[in-house]
């Protein structure tokens, strides 16, 4: 995946999807070790791209969701009469990364392996299950690298080693990772980064605004706090009416 830079008013909602596949005869450098954190860029396997996403300067980018292959351990798994492993559920958890720093931690703030499949579930229809929610969303500002890394903890070579299969055919997946997420570029992303800075939830529908209102502003004075702290006051009174309107506002326990 190559996130390209511009300097146009760009908004994309975007996805990307890795998956791994059997190639037949085992090969074990062909498949990640159980519970290894690998990359789904740059780690090696699957339809890695061998590059770091990095947000360039003229970037702003939002993750709205992730979600991995469902499975624990043990699941049920089929072997054909042959020794073909025709289905495999991993035990798979992903956790996203920003620079060095774990998005997912422990109740002790200690980085941990992530959320499960089993709580993120992709492709959606292997259970009846919501996509799980990221919100807040995650955002990454320019000259930021992130990374989305899994961990199996289905061992598919101590499988192997046992004799309990001897090849993967091509048609069988082994794992899938999944992310959403929306890139706001060019002049958007300077819209994007002036929101933060107001509290404003970052959203294709508050940067469309403020674009807006900078236009129906033009030749106002605009660059005083005034200004951006009336904005701010307004798109969340705004967006509260149309969520109440809709029957979508968030609980606040401070209300």
Not at 245 to 250: E, F, P
Request: with cysteine; glycine share 10%; hydrophobic share 35%.
């Amino acid at each position: 995946m190559v996130l390209k830079g511009g300097f146009k008013m760009t908004i994309r909602s975007q996805m990307y999807e890795w998956e791994l596949f059997g190639n037949g005869a085992f090969v074990a450098g062909d498949f990640p070790v159980a519970g290894r954190e690998v990359s789904i860029f740059t780690g090696g396997f699957g339809n890695f791209v061998n590059e770091v996403s990095m947000v360039r300067d003229t970037e702003f980018i939002v993750i709205n969701q992730i979600g991995c292959t469902p499975g624990v351990s043990p699941q049920e798994s089929i072997v054909s009469g042959g020794g073909a492993l025709t289905k495999w559920i991993p035990n798979m958890l992903i956790q996203f990364v920003i620079g060095t720093t774990g998005y997912y931690r422990d109740p002790q703030n200690v980085y941990s392996s992530g959320v499960s499949g089993m709580a993120s579930p992709y492709p959606k229809s292997i259970q009846d299950l919501p996509y799980y929610d990221l919100w807040p969303p995650i955002y990454i500002i320019s000259n930021q690298t992130w990374d989305i890394r899994y961990k199996f903890f289905n061992d598919l070579h101590g499988a192997f080693d046992d004799g309990y299969f001897t090849s993967i055919p091509p048609s069988t997946n082994i794992g899938r990772v999944w992310v959403n997420y929306t890139l706001f570029n060019g002049t958007d992303s300077l819209i994007a980064n002036r929101l933060l800075s107001l509290g404003i939830p970052i959203t294709i529908d508050s940067v469309e605004w403020f674009r807006k209102l900078l236009l129906k502003s033009k030749g106002l004075e605009t660059d005083t706090f005034k200004f951006y702290l009336r904005t701010a006051q307004e798109y969340r009174d705004e967006d509260n009416r149309v969520n109440n309107l809709l029957g979508l506002k968030r609980y606040n326990p401070n209300e």
